[in-house]
């Protein structure tokens, strides 16, 4: 059985830092995407950043290019969201996802975790 375990989040003034952890269990995931997504309330999820585990090809959303960076451990199976420059739109609830595709498309994603809440103060 697949799990993707999220943890990192809380609260952090504007222009701080955090770090996202997902961890992976239930299989092997050296051929899948590995993928953040957030959702503000009231708002749809959107895609935040993806990793490919083998060869470690990332992708980023425009808004968080250049701020945020998506990396992963092989041997904790552990994939991270290091968040910098953090500003009070990036509040929302972080999701880790897996998917086979190399992909940012929500629909294509067929693993998901429970979330980690991150809110920043202004």
């Known amino acids: 059985q697949v799990q993707l375990a999220e943890s990192g989040g809380g609260l952090v003034p504007a222009g701080g830092s955090l770090r996202l952890s997902c961890v992976a269990s239930g299989r092997t995931f050296s051929n899948y995407t590995m993928a953040w997504f957030r959702q503000a309330p009231g708002k749809q999820r959107e895609f935040v950043a993806a990793i490919r585990w083998s060869a470690g090809s990332t992708w980023y959303a425009a808004s968080t290019k250049g701020r945020f960076t998506i990396s992963r451990d092989n041997a904790k199976n552990t994939v991270y969201l290091q968040m910098n420059s953090l500003k009070p739109e990036d509040t929302a609830l972080y999701y880790c996802?897996?998917?086979?595709?190399?992909?940012?498309?929500?629909?294509?994603?067929?693993?998901w975790g429970q979330g980690t809440q991150v809110t920043v103060s202004s």
């Open positions: 996802a897996a998917d086979r595709q190399w992909t940012r498309q929500i629909e294509e994603y067929d693993y």
